[in-house]
C-alpha cells in the first residue's frame, strides 16, 4: 500500500491516533506545516520544532524533526538559544494562546522586539484545552470559560497585531478550515529572516464549543468558513461588514537584519575581526 507523502515527517513507532481531541484543528494545523516544510525540500535534520506546554505543544511528539518539548511558556526562549547556537537551523516555535501570550507574554514581545529568527505557528483555540477550560489572553470578551461562567470581563489580545507593534518582521493569519491557505502562509513565514508569526485560528469543540454553544466540530468549522474575509478582500468592504469576521492572510512583511545575524557581528567585534 502506497503511504501518504507526510507519512515521512511523522515520527517512527508513535501510537496514534493523537492526544488531541476529535474535532480539534491541530492536526489540520500539523499537516499544513509537514506539507510546507516538504514543499521547500528541507530536511528533518535541517528543522527543530520546540514547544512549550498545552495542546498544541504536543505536536513535537508526533513529528519526527529534531524537538524540544519545554516549560510553560518558555517555547520561544528555548527556541532563541538554540537558534543562537547553531543559525543554519530552521527553528519552528509550536505554541497556544495561553502559552505564549499569558505565561509567555514576555518571550513573546522581546523576542519579536529582538527579531529572533525565529518561526512562531500560534495555535489559537481562544481558551486553555488542556487544562480544563479556563479562559486565556485571546478568549473574546463576553464568552464563556470554566473560570468566567458567566461571560469573560477582559478584551483579548490580536496576536498579529503585538508582534508586528513590539518588531516582529512578518504576521499572517490563517484558519484550521482554509488549510491550503494556512499552509502557504507557514511556507512564506518560514523563508522569512527574523522573528515570523502565523496565528492559527483552531477550534475547540470539546472545551471553548461546548461552552459557548457554537455546535460540534463541523458547525465551528462551518462558521470558520462563513466569517473568514481574506485581509484584500476586507480591504474593499465597509467596516460593518467586516466586524465580527476573522481577517485572513498577510498583516505585516518587512525586511529586516534578524537578531542572529547582530549577535554574530558583535562576537566578532569582540574578537577584533
Partial sequence: MRMHPSYEMLRPGKKFPHVWCPGCGHGIVQGAIIRAVQKLGWSRDE????????????MPVYVDFNSLHTAHGRAIAFATGVKLHNPKLHV???????????????????????????????????IYGM?????????PIGKRASTAPYGTA???FDPCALAKAAGAAFTARGVAYNALELEKLIETALTKKGFSLVEAISPCPTLYGRLNKEGNAVKMLQWQKANTINIKAAEK?????????????????????????IYDQIIKKAQGK
Wanted: include cysteine.
Fill in 47 to 58: 528543522m527543530v520544532m520546540v514547544s512549550g506546554i498545552g495542546c498544541s505543544s504536543r
Fill in 92 to 126: 519552528i516555535v509550536i505554541t497556544g494562546d495561553g502559552d505564549a501570550l499569558a505565561i509567555g507574554g514576555n518571550h513573546f514581545i522581546h523576542a519579536a522586539r529582538r527579531n529572533a529568527d525565529l518561526t512562531v505557528i500560534l495555535m489559537n483555540n481562544n
Fill in 131 to 139: 487544562t480544563g477550560g479556563q479562559y486565556s489572553p485571546t478568549t
Fill in 154 to 156: 477582559e478584551r483579548d
Fill in 237 to 261: 468592504l465597509p467596516v460593518d461588514q467586516v466586524a465580527g469576521k476573522i481577517i485572513t492572510g498577510i498583516f505585516h512583511d518587512v525586511e529586516t537584519v534578524p537578531y542572529t545575524e
